[in-house]
T-cell receptor
Framework: DSGVTQTPKHLITATGQRVTLRCSPR?????VYWYQQSLDQGLQFLIQ???????AKGNILERFSAQQFPDLHSELNLSSLELGDSALYFC?????????????FGPGTRLTVL | GDSVTQMEGPVTLSEEAFLTINCTYT??????LFWYVQYPGEGLQLLLK?????DKGSNKGFEATYRKETTSFHLEKGSVQVSDSAVYFC????????????FGTGTKLQVIP
């Protein structure tokens, strides 16, 4: 158990809908990261937050947004969903978001768009 | 931009065989290098890491050495077990002030008894 929790575990929705994925980092970790894992794209970094502020951006679509709240949990919002958004979404956390820090991954949320 | 190249899988080995999974990278600056493992139905777990040239990361019998001259971070294990069957990802984080993580495509390892 990494100490990172994600809810829900599974999510099934329809095209055009909007969903919110939630992540709670390990106790004491200030930085949160979101990743998307799909068969065709592999594992892609989406975005990083540090202590409530956006720190780095990867291959995140404009239809997607995220935020980190004062209690350090984070939410990833996916809107106008398309079939191609079906994937496993991972959250990770690290101590201070430095390049040498270990990232601890949650179990993931599997999103299926029908 | 940064990139990580891993050997194509799947790799199938017999129990107690020697394992090498090749990983090479392209990056500016001085990245930190990582190997993550993903067991079926689970998230990624850090296997080992190295943060500077010539560092050797090791864990659970796995080793990898950060070779700046060849831009490589190959994963090795002397004697694999069935329980090592998983997907292995090589990754780098550039030290350029922010943490954009770049992953390789993953290498599936299957160990047969």
């Amino acid at each position: 158990d990494s100490g990172v929790t994600q809810t829900p575990k599974h999510l099934i929705t329809a095209t055009g809908q909007r969903v919110t994925l939630r992540c709670s980092p390990r106790s004491g970790d200030l930085s949160v990261y979101w990743y998307q894992q799909s068969l065709d794209q592999g594992l892609q970094f989406l975005i990083q937050y540090y202590n409530g502020e956006e720190r780095a951006k990867g291959n995140i679509l404009e239809r997607f947004s995220a935020q980190q709240f004062p209690d350090l949990h984070s939410e990833l919002n996916l809107s106008s969903l398309e079939l191609g958004d079906s994937a496993l979404y991972f959250c990770a956390s690290s101590d201070r978001g430095r390049s040498t820090d270990t990232q601890y991954f949650g179990p993931g949320t599997r999103l299926t768009v029908l | 931009g940064d990139s990580v190249t891993q050997m194509e899988g799947p790799v199938t080995l017999s129990e107690e065989a020697f394992l090498t999974i090749n990983c090479t990278y392209t990056a500016t600056g001085y990245p930190s290098l990582f190997w993550y493992v993903q067991y079926p139905g689970e998230g990624l777990q850090l296997l080992l890491k190295a943060t500077k040239a010539d560092d050797k990361g090791s864990n659970k019998g796995f080793e990898a050495t950060y070779r700046k001259e060849t831009t490589s971070f190959h994963l090795e294990k002397g004697s694999v077990q069935v329980s090592d069957s998983a997907v292995y990802f090589c990754a780098l984080i550039n030290s350029g002030g922010y943490q954009k993580v770049t992953f390789g495509t993953g290498t599936k390892l299957q160990v047969i008894p």
